[in-house]
């Protein structure tokens, strides 16, 4: 479902600025009844163009003051490694987002932790479970945009 019209569109966006917003707001924003509003959000999960609905959280305010972006070097492309490095890093909670990558890195992983000794456990810990050519580590500063939110165009086209 990736053709959306432009009330679906609208109804996306909305969810992804706030996903608390009252149906019956969503509906009066999209054009729409709160009924058939209901049923399109409702279509949108099962398509899996909604894929959740959260609550975004501070992380300084819960301890996570350190934001690491860690690219990775696999020593190998087998299905094995490919596995193993799978579940070593479902398994450490503080990897928020893992991408496989073209280019010089295989895989580049977001990571929040409390400080440096965190981020040496977790690095020891990751290193461990799994064998990598190479580990590079930058260290966020500052986090200057954040947002959850795709730009999707809710213009008529």
Not at 19 to 25: F, L, V
Not at 38 to 47: P, S, T
């Amino acid at each position: 479902m990736t053709d959306l019209d432009l009330i679906d569109r609208k109804i996306v966006a909305l969810l992804m600025r706030d996903a608390t917003m009252p149906i019956a707001r969503i509906a009066d924003r999209a054009g729409l009844s709160q009924t058939p509003c209901w049923k399109r959000i409702q279509k949108l999960e099962a398509a899996g163009v909604l894929t959740g609905r959260v609550a975004l959280a501070d992380p300084g305010k819960l301890g996570f003051g350190l934001t690491v972006f860690v690219g990775i070097e696999a020593p190998d492309h087998s299905p094995d490694w490919r596995q193993a490095f799978s579940q070593a890093v479902e398994a450490i909670p503080e990897i928020m987002e893992v991408h496989r990558m073209a280019g010089e890195l295989d895989y580049l992983l977001r990571v929040s932790v409390l400080d440096m000794q965190a981020y040496d456990a977790l690095y020891k810990r990751l290193t461990d479970a799994v064998p990598i050519r190479n580990v590079t580590s930058h260290f966020a500063m500052e986090r200057m945009k954040f947002t959850t939110a795709y730009p999707v165009d809710t213009r008529t086209r």
